[in-house]
């Protein structure tokens, strides 16, 4: 029989049997309603089960394993029909067995060992649902550990170790899954250790030690907690300290020394923190200063030195938080000053010179603002070793008396500034030292007085505004050598004391005064013929002010007059060359009155004036050509004052009346002429009362009874009598 089967109604139903040719039992199965269901079991003729399948309703499930001709077991692990694993126990040719396994529901579950061919255990590992778990150890052949490895919940945990032959030992700390370091105990090809380590939960802590090959010590470290917690130290092969230090909480933090390879102290210093703190002193190789200096937490401060081999100082710096700050200077190994400035934020600023102490002179000037080179000025020399030009700054700025010498040093210029800006004195002379010009600058333009000379003697002045020249003069000479003129000029530019021109044969042609620029005194113009006078004027403040006078060439009166701050004022007086006078009275520039003597045909003086004191003052006559008077004015210092009166005729009043102080005051009256007999008065023409100048009534009467009429039918309304009324 190949195959006992079972069927119930058309499907198949029951236990379903195989057999080999042999009769033995080849497999058995079972079905319900058609479907595969529960263990299913396959065997070898020679009656070995070699296989186990397992099924629930129709489908595939729980563990399935198959054993080969060779002895390897293959499992599959099965969810209804889904695989969730496969795995097997595998052997050698010599069919020992490969590994040990331990599954539970198709996961790894429980210890699995691995076996060399010679049955010797390889490994031991144990899981957990599929998940590594515990310590796993991997051994040698020769049972030797080779490898320890530590897992927690599937993830690697803990310290790791791995052993190699030559006995160098590497170590991994993890963290669930996290590698936290990296380390291991290293040898030297003769087995020497390089370095003694010291670990707590994958952390450095405590002492580290590394040595030479030949055994010495080449540091020591110490850690906690995987810092640099305590003594730092370094050496030679041959035991030679080079560096000691200290750490705190992984930090430099105390005394710090170095040495050269001599035995020499190189560098002594502090930490604090981690930072350099306190003071810094270093060597060189046969224990001389080299630099000395100061931290502050981490920054250079203060004074810092360097010297020569010499032992001379070389350098001085200034610190403040860490950054150049303050003077710098060079010296060379004499002790001479070759370099000095200041620096400001670790940068050049201000002024900075260098020097030749072998020539004994400065080499250069220059200025910097914040590291950016705002002048840089070298010095120049003549061959013989003097100086071509001496300069003068504030800054960056030419300021100050700039002097350009010839190669004797004598004076060649002098240009004098103000920040950068030609302002104040300018001088030229010749290598005799002789002037040749002496002038002023402002802001860069020519300005105030130029003067130029030659062979000792000026030739020309100039007076500058702005780079304008406004006003100069130029010494010039008549044929025989005479000067035309003498000018004196303030060095300001101002026209100051005397100035002459001169005729021909030296007399004064004009004098003129001056004081700082302004007119002043008094001021002369001659006569070339008799060198008289022609006029004579005087100034103040720049201002003709004072008497005024003109004369003929004879000497006659021409002019008299007085001016007042540059106007005509007072009294004017005029002569013709007949000697026929004329008057004109002004008031600060305003002609207020003129007079001029006139005459009758039978040469009667027709009004006859009173002055004092360039003012009209005292009583002023008129006459009627027999001699008479025909009116009387009074004046006192030019104000009209006291009875003014005019008449017809003799002793007949035309009108009279009062002034006070220039103004009319109290009562006026004005008369009609009688045409009767002479001296007779005439009737009351009208009566006008002022008071202080202001009319305050009026009356106006007829010529033949005294009626009270309108006085417009009289006079009109422009009648000269009450031109004034008001005044």
Same mark, same amino acid.
């Given at each position: 029989?190949?195959?006992?089967?079972?069927?119930?109604?058309?499907?198949?139903?029951?236990?379903?049997?195989?057999?080999?040719?042999?009769?033995?039992?080849?497999?058995?199965?079972?079905?319900?309603?058609?479907?595969?269901?529960?263990?299913?079991?396959?065997?070898?003729?020679?009656?070995?089960?070699?296989?186990?399948?397992?099924?629930?309703?129709? /489908?595939?499930?729980?563990?399935?394993?198959?054993? %080969?001709?060779?002895?390897?077991?293959?499992?599959?692990?099965? %969810?209804?029909?889904?695989?969730?694993?496969?795995?097997?126990?595998?052997?050698?040719?010599?069919?020992?067995?490969?590994?040990?396994?331990?599954?539970?529901?198709?996961?790894?579950?429980?210890?699995?060992?691995?076996?060399?061919?010679?049955?010797?255990?390889?490994?031991?590992?144990?899981?957990?649902?599929? /998940?590594?778990?515990?310590?796993?150890?991997?051994?040698?052949?020769?049972?030797?550990?080779?490898?320890?490895?530590?897992?927690?919940?599937?993830?690697?945990? %803990?310290?790791?170790?791995?052993?190699?032959?030559?006995?160098?030992?590497?170590?991994?700390?993890?963290?669930?899954?996290?590698?936290?370091?990296?380390?291991?105990?290293?040898?030297?090809?003769?087995?020497?250790?390089?370095?003694?380590?010291?670990?707590?939960?994958?952390?450095?802590?405590?002492?580290?030690?590394?040595?030479?090959?030949?055994?010495?010590?080449?540091?020591?470290?110490?850690?906690?907690?995987?810092?640099?917690?305590?003594?730092?130290?370094?050496?030679?092969?041959?035991?030679?300290?080079?560096?000691?230090?200290?750490?705190?909480?992984?930090?430099?933090?105390?005394?710090?020394?170095?040495?050269?390879?001599?035995?020499?102290?190189?560098?002594?210093?502090?930490?604090?923190?981690?930072?350099?703190?306190?003071?810094?002193?270093?060597?060189?190789?046969?224990?001389?200063?080299?630099?000395?200096?100061?931290?502050?937490?981490?920054?250079?401060?203060?004074?810092?030195?360097?010297?020569?081999?010499?032992?001379?100082?070389?350098?001085?710096?200034?610190?403040?938080?860490?950054?150049?700050?303050?003077?710098?200077?060079?010296?060379?190994?004499?002790?001479?000053?070759?370099?000095?400035?200041?620096?400001?934020?670790?940068?050049?600023?201000?002024?900075?010179?260098?020097?030749?102490?072998?020539?004994?002179?400065?080499?250069?000037?220059?200025?910097?603002?914040?590291?950016?080179?705002?002048?840089?000025?070298?010095?120049?020399?003549?061959?013989?070793?003097?100086?071509?030009?001496?300069?003068?700054?504030?800054?960056?700025?030419?300021?100050?008396?700039?002097?350009?010498?010839?190669?004797?040093?004598?004076?060649?210029?002098?240009?004098?500034?103000?920040?950068?800006?030609?302002?104040?004195?300018?001088?030229?002379?010749?290598?005799?030292?002789?002037?040749?010009?002496?002038?002023?600058?402002?802001?860069?333009?020519?300005?105030?007085?130029?003067?130029?000379?030659?062979?000792?003697?000026?030739?020309?002045?100039?007076?500058?505004?702005?780079?304008?020249?406004?006003?100069?003069?130029?010494?010039?000479?008549?044929?025989?050598?005479?000067?035309?003129?003498?000018?004196?000029?303030?060095?300001?530019?101002?026209?100051?004391?005397?100035?002459?021109?001169?005729?021909?044969?030296?007399?004064?042609?004009?004098?003129?005064?001056?004081?700082?620029?302004?007119?002043?005194?008094?001021?002369?113009?001659?006569?070339?013929?008799?060198?008289?006078?022609?006029?004579?004027?005087?100034?103040?403040?720049?201002?003709?002010?004072?008497?005024?006078?003109?004369?003929?060439?004879?000497?006659?009166?021409?002019?008299?007059?007085?001016?007042?701050?540059?106007?005509?004022?007072?009294?004017?007086?005029?002569?013709?060359?007949?000697?026929?006078?004329?008057?004109?009275?002004?008031?600060?520039?305003?002609?207020?009155?003129?007079?001029?003597?006139?005459?009758?045909?039978?040469?009667?003086?027709?009004?006859?004036?009173?002055?004092?004191?360039?003012?009209?003052?005292?009583?002023?006559?008129?006459?009627?050509?027999?001699?008479?008077?025909?009116?009387?004015?009074?004046?006192?210092?030019?104000?009209?004052?006291?009875?003014?009166?005019?008449?017809?005729?003799?002793?007949?009043?035309?009108?009279?009346?009062?002034?006070?102080?220039?103004?009319?005051?109290?009562?006026?009256?004005?008369?009609?002429?009688?045409?009767?007999?002479?001296?007779?008065?005439?009737?009351?023409?009208?009566?006008?009362?002022?008071?202080?100048?202001?009319?305050?009534?009026?009356?106006?009467?007829?010529?033949?009874?005294?009626?009270?009429?309108?006085?417009?039918?009289?006079?009109?309304?422009?009648?000269?009598?009450?031109?004034?009324?008001?005044?």
């Amino acid at each position: 029989l190949i195959e006992k089967i079972s069927y119930k109604e058309g499907l198949k139903d029951g236990k379903f049997t195989g057999y080999y040719e042999n009769g033995e039992v080849k497999y058995k199965k079972r079905y319900t309603a058609d479907q595969p269901d529960g263990k299913w079991e396959y065997y070898t003729a020679a009656g070995k089960k070699n296989a186990v399948q397992i099924y629930v309703e129709g /489908k595939r499930n729980e563990e399935w394993y198959r054993i %080969d001709k060779k002895g390897d077991t293959y499992y599959q692990y099965w %969810d209804q029909d889904s695989l969730v694993s496969e795995y097997a126990d595998l052997h050698y040719p010599n069919g020992q067995l490969i590994e040990k396994i331990s599954y539970k529901e198709g996961l790894k579950d429980g210890k699995f060992t691995g076996y060399y061919p010679s049955g010797k255990v390889e490994y031991v590992k144990r899981y957990e649902e599929d /998940k590594p778990m515990g310590k796993w150890k991997f051994v040698r052949e020769d049972g030797t550990t080779k490898k320890i490895e530590i897992y927690e919940t599937g993830k690697k945990n %803990d310290e790791w170790i791995t052993y190699e032959k030559n006995g160098d030992v590497y170590y991994q700390f993890w963290d669930m899954d996290s590698l936290v370091s990296e380390y291991a105990d290293l040898h030297y090809p003769n087995g020497q250790l390089i370095e003694k380590i010291s670990y707590k939960d994958g952390r450095k802590n405590g002492k580290f030690t590394g040595y030479y090959e030949n055994g010495q010590t080449k540091h020591i470290r110490t850690y906690k907690d995987d810092k640099l917690d305590g003594k730092f130290a370094d050496y030679t092969e041959s035991g030679q300290i080079l560096r000691k230090q200290g750490y705190m909480n992984g930090l430099l933090d105390g005394p710090s020394k170095e040495w050269y390879l001599n035995g020499e102290v190189k560098v002594k210093t502090a930490y604090k923190e981690g930072k350099l703190d306190g003071g810094f002193m270093s060597y060189d190789s046969l224990g001389r200063k080299v630099t000395k200096g100061e931290y502050e937490m981490g920054l250079k401060a203060g004074d810092w030195l360097t010297w020569y081999p010499s032992g001379k100082k070389k350098e001085r710096s200034s610190y403040f938080s860490g950054k150049a700050n303050g003077p710098y200077t060079l010296w060379d190994e004499i002790g001479r000053i070759i370099k000095e400035g200041e620096y400001s934020d670790d940068l050049k600023h201000g002024v900075w010179i260098t020097f030749d102490p072998d020539l004994d002179r400065q080499e250069s000037y220059e200025y910097y603002d914040m590291g950016i080179a705002k002048l840089k000025y070298f010095y120049k020399y003549y061959d013989n070793g003097n100086v071509m030009e001496e300069p003068a700054f504030t800054e960056y700025y030419r300021d100050g008396e700039w002097r350009q010498l010839f190669d004797n040093e004598r004076l060649q210029y002098l240009t004098t500034y103000s920040l950068g800006k030609k302002y104040g004195l300018y001088e030229e002379w010749t290598i005799k030292k002789d002037l040749v010009q002496r002038g002023y600058y402002e802001n860069d333009l020519l300005s105030a007085l130029w003067t130029y000379v030659r062979n000792d003697s000026v030739i020309k002045y100039e007076v500058y505004d702005a780079d304008s020249i406004i006003d100069g003069f130029i010494y010039e000479y008549y044929d025989n050598d005479k000067k035309k003129a003498d000018a004196v000029f303030l060095e300001n530019g101002k026209r100051d004391q005397k100035w002459y021109t001169y005729f021909e044969e030296g007399q004064d042609s004009t004098i003129s005064v001056y004081d700082a620029g302004e007119k002043t005194g008094t001021w002369y113009v001659y006569y070339d013929s008799t060198f008289e006078a022609v006029t004579e004027t005087n100034y103040e403040n720049n201002l003709k002010h004072g008497d005024h006078r003109e004369w003929y060439i004879d000497e006659r009166k021409k002019v008299e007059g007085y001016y007042e701050e540059g106007k005509k004022h007072l009294l004017w007086a005029f002569w013709d060359e007949r000697g026929y006078q004329r008057f004109e009275e002004w008031r600060m520039g305003v002609l207020y009155d003129t007079f001029e003597y006139e005459y009758y045909e039978n040469g009667q003086l027709k009004e006859e004036p009173s002055y004092k004191n360039r003012m009209k003052h005292g009583k002023w006559f008129r006459y009627f050509p027999d001699g008479e008077i025909s009116g009387v004015r009074e004046f006192s210092k030019g104000l009209r004052v006291g009875e003014w009166v005019d008449y017809y005729r003799k002793d007949e009043i035309a009108f009279k009346g009062l002034y006070n102080n220039d103004k009319k005051d109290g009562p006026w009256i004005w008369y009609y002429m009688n045409r009767g007999a002479l001296g007779e008065q005439g009737n009351v023409m009208s009566e006008v009362d002022f008071r202080n100048g202001e009319l305050i009534s009026e009356k106006c009467y007829t010529r033949e009874d005294g009626e009270i009429i309108n006085c417009q039918e009289i006079f009109g309304e422009n009648d000269y009598r009450f031109a004034d009324q008001k005044n």
